[in-house]
T-cell receptor, first 117, second 117 residues
Framework: GENVEQHPSTLSVQEGDSAVIKCTYS??????FPWYKQELGKRPQLIID?????GEKKDQRIAVTLNKTAKHFSLHITETQPEDSAVYFC????????????????FGTGTQLKVEL | DAGVIQSPRHEVTEMGQEVTLRCKPI?????LFWYRQTMMRGLELLIY????????DSGMPEDRFSAKMPNASFSTLKIQPSEPRDSAVYFC???????????????FGPGTRLTVL
């Protein structure tokens, strides 16, 4: 089955700096890569996702890049703010639209991001 | 829409007791997922349904766990008998499948924090 590795496990940055979280996946058939943010005691919430037919996607201060050949994808947060402090999870799946796989997400182990003032 | 609804939000029980967790997916979503989150194992997919039919239950840890989806608006996850190692946060999520590309986005409920003494 799919295996997703995520690094680093913790990341501390100064407010205004950039943060980068990296993930690798094992199944070359995976084609959907979402990123979730989970604040303490809250539910995971989707912040951005990317499909295998694009290499990069941006949404304001957040961007995700995908390298299908190397089977890795990354989350980039620019101009970090204290409210960005949370645990971030990457995930991979074979989107159900292509194979009917039902979007079975495999999650990385999470990155605790701390933005310091 | 109210989003994914889970109940109870907190459950404290004693070892050996039966526990039933409930989930109402977002109206119109045809995929429903049950996840378990612990510090040690992260976010694990337990089982998921498509149109009320269980598709993949390979993540269900053992026979003490069972899940049902009697209709499109309700699902249960049952643990019988419960054990202290079952203590975790259990999330339900739903998504809308729409071929050929699908939407794939999974929306999580608030979770049920289960403590087994």
């Amino acid at each position: 089955g799919e295996n997703v590795e995520q690094h680093p496990s913790t990341l501390s940055v100064q407010e205004g700096d950039s943060a980068v979280i990296k993930c690798t996946y094992s199944d070359s058939a995976s084609n959907y890569f979402p990123w979730y943010k989970q604040e303490l005691g809250k539910r995971p919430q989707l912040i951005i996702d990317i499909r295998s037919n694009v290499g990069e996607k941006k949404d304001q201060r957040i961007a995700v890049t995908l390298n299908k050949t190397a089977k890795h994808f990354s989350l980039h947060i620019t101009e970090t703010q204290p409210e960005d402090s949370a645990v971030y999870f990457c995930a991979a799946s074979i989107g159900q639209g292509l194979t009917g796989g039902g979007n079975k997400l495999t999650f990385g182990t999470g990155t605790q991001l701390k933005v310091e003032l | 829409d109210a989003g994914v609804i889970q109940s109870p939000r907190h459950e404290v029980t004693e070892m050996g007791q039966e526990v039933t967790l409930r989930c109402k997916p977002i109206s119109g979503h045809d995929y429903l997922f049950w996840y378990r989150q612990t510090m040690m194992r992260g976010l694990e997919l337990l089982i998921y349904f498509n149109n009320n039919v269980p598709i993949d239950d390979s993540g269900m840890p053992e026979d003490r766990f069972s899940a049902k989806m009697p209709n499109a608006s309700f699902s249960t996850l049952k643990i019988q008998p419960s054990e202290p190692r079952d203590s975790a946060v259990y999330f339900c999520a739903s998504s809308l499948g729409a071929p050929p590309t699908g939407t794939d986005t999974q929306y999580f409920g608030p979770g049920t924090r289960l403590t087994v003494l």
